[in-house]
Nanobody
């Protein structure tokens, strides 16, 4: 199993920046990729950004050019640098990890951290 804990959310003005962190523990070696998702009230959960164990990244169209995902393997932590934040970025941001152990796939989720963009 993989456990995930997010931190770094908060209140920020439009145009501002925040950095989220996701600390992983447990069967770290089994992680295939990690990602940031978000869910706003009344909306479906959407993928914001993801990073593979090899460092390949991908982003949702709405955040391309504004958000940057990175991973520090030594600290077992994934980051999401969010710049030029917009009102529409307000959501609960959730860390997820896909892993495989004994040939079986699994997915772990963090508890989420609130990001509110407001003037």
């Amino acid at each position: 199993q993989v456990q995930l804990v997010e931190s770094g959310g908060g209140l920020v003005q439009p145009g501002g920046s925040l950095r989220l962190s996701c600390a992983a523990s447990g069967s770290i070696f089994s992680i295939i990729d990690m990602g940031w998702y978000r869910q706003a009230p009344g909306k479906l959960r959407e993928l914001v950004a993801q990073i593979t164990s090899g460092g390949t990244t991908d982003y949702g169209n709405s955040v391309k050019g504004r958000f940057t995902v990175s991973r520090d393997k030594a600290k077992n932590t994934m980051y999401l640098q969010m710049d030029s934040l917009e009102l529409e970025d307000t959501a609960v941001y959730i860390c997820g990890a896909n892993w495989r152990r004994s040939g079986l796939p699994g997915k772990s989720w963090g508890q989420g951290t609130q990001v509110t963009v407001s003037s």
